[in-house]
């Protein structure tokens, strides 16, 4: 069984083969192989995420027409706006949007981050919750899919519907969003998970509009949340998104289907 400095490795040389096809050097067949061989010699399952992660980069290499990959880069912005602390990732071809949430909840203190990943068309690829400081201490740092959309990364950017997977317990900590969500039915909470990101977008776009956004991030690295305007990726996705809602139909606990109207 692949031990835990295994899946450490492995995670570095498939994050690393997945840069390069954005931006270089070319991958080369070999790589790939090596790869593989590594996975299979320490025991990994061919139904892991780390065989499935290889399958797509060698997909999309092979469904290339030109073998130059274009240079965009990775540009994280941050700062306040509409009263929330904000962090926009603009990722080659992708933006994930996320927001920070604290409160408190039975005398306990907690904060979560909740991210928003959308696709080029404005369409969410998943939305994950990270606990910055859990309720239960033993979750500090743990990252959980609420939804993700099945098979995100193949379908077309443009869907109008999609299967997605679903957590079918989900995180205490969502009453920091929204006190009453659990007296909710299952459908309308993830449908409001979901637009929660399209919403935050559209805030975002007007305050951007309105006013300059002072970043508060010591960072060196971050940029401040204004800056978002002068990127060409980032700008027309968030743009996208803000056009979007969505509805969302439970088929079982696991599954729900995810339609897209334009606002």
């Known amino acids: 069984m692949a031990t835990k400095e295994h899946k450490k490795h492995a995670k570095g040389l498939i994050e690393k083969l997945e840069s390069r096809i954005h931006a270089g050097p070319r991958i080369e067949h070999g790589e790939l192989l090596s790869v593989r061989q590594f996975l299979h010699q320490n025991d990994f399952s061919p139904a892991s995420e780390y065989f499935r992660r290889l399958g797509q980069i060698q997909d999309r290499l092979a469904g290339r027409v030109n073998d130059h990959a274009v240079a965009q880069g990775k540009r994280n912005y941050g700062g306040q706006a509409g009263g929330r602390h904000m962090q926009v990732q603009s990722i ?83 009453v920091f969003l929204y006190k009453d969500v659990f007296r909710c039915d299952k459908a309308d909470i993830f449908s409001w998970l979901i637009n929660i990101g399209h919403t935050i977008a559209g805030d975002l776009l007007t305050e951007l509009d309105s006013r300059p956004v002072v970043s508060t991030n010591g960072n060196g690295e971050q940029l401040g949340l204004q800056f978002v305007r002068e990127d060409n990726v980032a700008l027309p ?22 339609r897209y109207v334009r606002r």
Not at 111 to 131: P, W, Y
Not at 237 to 258: F, T
Request: hydrophobic letters at 40%.
């Open 92 to 174: 080659y071809d992708h933006v994930i949007l996320s927001v920070c949430y604290g409160g408190e909840f039975n005398t306990r203190r907690g904060r979560v981050k909740v991210s928003h990943r959308f696709n080029q068309q404005g369409r969410v690829d998943f939305v994950e919750l990270k606990f910055l400081c859990s309720l239960d201490p033993t979750l500090n740092g743990a990252i959980r899919k609420l939804v993700l959309v099945k098979d995100y990364q193949k379908i077309r950017k443009d869907w109008d519907a999609s299967e997605a997977y679903v957590l079918p317990v989900l995180p205490q900590e969502l």
């Open 237 to 258: 996705i968030l743009q996208n998104a803000a056009a979007r809602e969505c509805a969302v139909e439970i088929e079982d606990e696991r599954v729900v289907v995810v």
